[in-house]
């Protein structure tokens, strides 16, 4: 199943894994991802777009 990620390059979580199926938005911030809420529904909506096409 393909899944969208949302990850803030400060995680302290860390970066997951590259998989298959699987795509990795890396953005400013850390794990709480506070601040550009509309930059990643633009990101997701884009994402999915292509999923449907």
């Not at 590259?18 to 890396?26: A, L, S």
């Not at 850390?30 to 990643?40: C, E, I, P, Q, T």
Request: charged fraction near 20%.
């Amino acid at each position: 199943m393909p899944v969208f990620v949302v990850q803030g390059a400060g995680d302290p979580f860390g970066m997951p894994p590259k998989r298959r199926g699987r795509t990795v938005h890396v953005v400013e911030g850390n794990h709480s991802l506070r601040k550009g809420v509309a930059d990643y529904a633009a990101a997701a909506a884009d994402w999915l777009a292509g999923e449907l096409a």
